[in-house]
């Protein structure tokens, strides 16, 4: 197969701001964002109190969490069609093949992502920082938050990854959302159907978009970091 | 004669089948320097963690007329800034702001730390880094000041203008407990000797 000619298609795709192309991309963009934006506070939370107390069942929940890791995202595509669909528990809501659906795929996915990565974020940081935070006089959710903002940077790479994941996630996209042109057909979905269809220059041009922005983003955490590291 | 700042009484703690400290009584009065010296692993970590609340004694009780403030052997700076690092209690203090920038100025002046405004915390020397931990300790105006070998690790300059600021707090009748094997330290005119051995702790004036 000559990938020359597709592959030129593709850069002229996107230099044209082809119409399809653009809808998938912002599509894209702002449910994995509004996804992390919803899931972040409450998962990073949660890695904070996993990594720093003990109660019973601790133990038990990081396993599982550490498990939904591994989780086919297929899997949690299945079980939200399930729950949204017209005979389903939340079928009167009416969400099923609609951004939101995607939404809360995503949310699912990124889910055990921000968990597991805040989790190694904390129990990394140095233990000077909480007892000198309760030394000076903060109490118990003080001197928490400003554990995390002195490991604020780990914990970036928790919502970094998550965003990464759940931009480039197709299993659970095309289950709940359909790949409805125009509503709920992201990038990666779009490379899917594309290929499917042998229009390799479209595939190829999201392709090139997904791989700029898993580059783009990592780029900036690395130089964050790199900040980080010389305070 | 005024209550003692900190009081502890029938402290024991153990590690393992090691019993660490097996104190009685011992009484902190204002005003005081206490030197709390013992050899490597003798609890005097310990016993300065416990009196801060950061451990718990297996069995006694620890009281406290006030609030006690424990400085690391290696202090952790937050990595922000300098001003940052010296306002965070008085801000967890609820310190009014006039009232803080007051004193954030006084522990700049008082640890001589003016030229580091622009620096990162992180990128201070062993002994800025003890004087920074040292003002933002003091800048809190605790009742109890627990510091554990503020001496050790710190280079020729960095120790003396430790040494330094540990005398100033001397006179200016700071209550403070400096854990220390540092030889001038221990021979600090003015202060309390305390010797914990054995688990034992015994008080000698000096």
Redesign the interface.
């Known amino acids: 197969m000559n990938l020359l000619e597709p592959t030129r298609r593709a850069f002229a795709l996107l230099a044209a701001g082809d119409p399809r192309l653009v809808e998938a991309i912002w599509l894209s963009f702002w449910t994995s964002l509004v996804a992390i934006a919803i899931i972040a506070p409450p998962a990073i939370a949660l890695g904070f109190l996993l990594a720093k107390r003990r109660f019973p069942g601790q133990r038990a929940i990081v396993v599982l969490v550490q498990a939904l890791l591994s989780f086919p995202t297929v899997v949690i595509g299945l079980v939200i069609y399930l729950l949204l669909s017209r005979r389903g528990p939340l079928g009167f809501m009416e969400l099923l093949f609609t951004p939101t659906a995607i939404i809360l795929g995503y949310t699912m996915i990124a889910f055990p992502i921000l968990v597991v990565f805040t989790i190694s974020a904390v129990q990394g940081a140095?233990a000077?920082?909480y007892?000198?935070?309760?030394?000076?006089?903060?109490?118990r959710v003080?001197a928490s938050a400003?554990t995390l903002?002195?490991v604020r940077f780990g914990v970036l790479a928790a919502v970094v990854n998550g965003f990464g994941r759940v931009i480039s996630e197709v299993g659970a996209a095309i289950m709940v959302g359909g790949n409805i042109e125009g509503l709920t057909r992201n990038i990666p979905t779009a490379i899917a159907l594309e290929t499917s269809k042998g229009d390799f220059a479209q595939g190829i041009a999201l392709g090139l978009v997904l791989m700029t922005v898993a580059l783009g983003v990592n780029i900036a955490l690395a130089l964050l970091q790199g900040r980080?590291g010389?305070? | 004669m005024s209550a003692p700042i900190a009081l502890a009484t029938g402290l024991r703690k153990r590690f393992g089948a090691r019993l660490l400290l097996a104190i009685d009584r011992l009484e902190v009065e204002e005003g005081r320097t206490y030197i709390l010296t013992g050899p490597n692993g003798s609890g005097k970590t310990t016993l300065l963690r416990i009196l801060a609340g950061l451990e718990h004694a297996d069995a006694g009780e620890v009281r406290l007329r006030g609030a006690a403030v424990y400085v690391h052997q290696q202090p952790y700076l937050f990595h922000t800034s300098l001003r940052h690092n010296l306002e965070y209690g008085l801000k967890c203090r609820r310190v009014p702001a006039g009232e803080r920038a007051r004193r954030v100025e006084d522990a700049i002046a008082w640890a001589g730390l003016r030229g580091q405004l622009g620096t990162p915390p992180a990128a201070f020397s062993g002994g800025e880094k003890q004087r920074a931990a040292l003002a933002r300790a003091r800048a809190l105006r605790p009742e109890l000041m627990l510091l554990d070998e503020p001496t050790s690790n710190l280079d020729k300059e960095g120790r003396a203008q430790t040494l330094a600021l540990l005398a100033q707090l001397r006179d200016e009748r700071s209550t403070v407990i400096v854990a220390c094997h540092d030889e001038e330290l221990i021979a600090l005119p003015g202060t309390t000797r305390l010797r914990l051995d054995n688990a034992r702790i015994s008080a000698e004036a000096s």
């Open positions: 140095d000077r920082i007892e000198t935070a309760r030394c000076l006089g903060a109490g003080r400003t903002r002195e980080g010389l305070r």
